[in-house]
Structure formats: structure tokens, C-alpha cells
């Protein structure tokens, strides 16, 4: 239940992360992302290294169309990952809303990082493609 989560948020005094990373993610997966980008930005303020956190609050707002804090999230999640947890589709993702976005070489940049991590997706092919031809490289 939801209000256990609230009262362990409470009772820690805002410091347990968990119950906030918990509630958001069941805003996430019942759709309800403004909910779910409030209570990850609440867990993230307590626990900030955490890139799958960042990667699914970059989801939940390029869904709203919050392109500028989706690209600051996926930026943190890319600067998070390591070896033992990569995160492409976060490198996809930030291309993707550079394009929106008409910065076209960011874009080439995410996509060409994105590539180097995961050389067996399709789309990321073409993306870089289509991104190298407006760039006239």
C-alpha cells in the first residue's frame, strides 16, 4: 500500500529513498508520469547515483514532452553507468530529442556512443545514418 510508503518517507525524514523510488515507479507503470518524475526527483535529491533512476525519470518526461529535463536526466544517467550497467537505449534516447531539438551534432554524438555500446540495434544504425547525412560527414 501506498500510505506505508508515504509514512516510511515520513518517519525517515525524507531520507529513505527506497519508498520514494517505489512510489514512483508505480505512478511509472500505471502511466501517471508527472507523479512519478516528482517522486523520482525526491529520491534522486537523497540519492543521486542511481542511472537507472535517472534513465526512467528521462523516459517519463520526454512521454510529457519535457524534452529539456528528459536530456538532463539521460546526461546523468550516461555519466553514471559503468561496466557492469550499461545503458544505450539513455544515449538513443538523448539523440533522439538533440534531433528534436535541431542540434544535429550532439545528436551524431549520442548516437555514435550509443552504437559503441550496442552495435547490434537496427535503429541506431539508421539514426546515425540519417544524423552523419544532415551533418553532410
Not at 538523448?94 to 545528436?107: E, M, N, P, T
Request: proline share 2%; charged share 30%.
Amino acid at each position: 500500500k501506498t500510505e506505508y510508503y508515504e509514512e516510511a518517507w515520513e518517519l525517515s525524514g525524507h531520507r529513505y529513498a527506497r519508498a520514494k523510488r517505489t512510489l514512483g515507479r508505480r505512478s511509472y507503470d500505471k502511466g501517471n508520469y508527472a507523479d512519478c518524475i516528482e517522486q523520482f526527483r525526491e529520491a534522486l535529491h537523497v540519492q543521486p547515483v542511481n542511472p537507472q533512476l535517472w534513465y526512467l525519470t528521462g523516459v517519463a518526461c520526454m512521454r510529457l514532452e519535457r524534452l529539456d529535463e528528459a536530456a538532463e536526466a539521460f546526461v546523468r544517467c550516461c555519466q553514471q553507468q559503468n561496466r557492469d550497467e550499461e545503458f544505450p537505449e539513455a544515449y538513443v534516447n538523448l539523440g533522439a530529442i538533440y534531433v528534436k531539438q535541431g542540434d544535429y551534432s550532439k545528436a551524431y554524438n549520442a548516437f555514435t556512443e550509443s552504437m559503441r555500446l550496442n552495435r547490434d540495434n537496427w535503429k541506431v544504425v539508421e539514426n546515425l545514418m540519417l544524423t552523419t547525412l544532415v551533418l553532410g560527414k
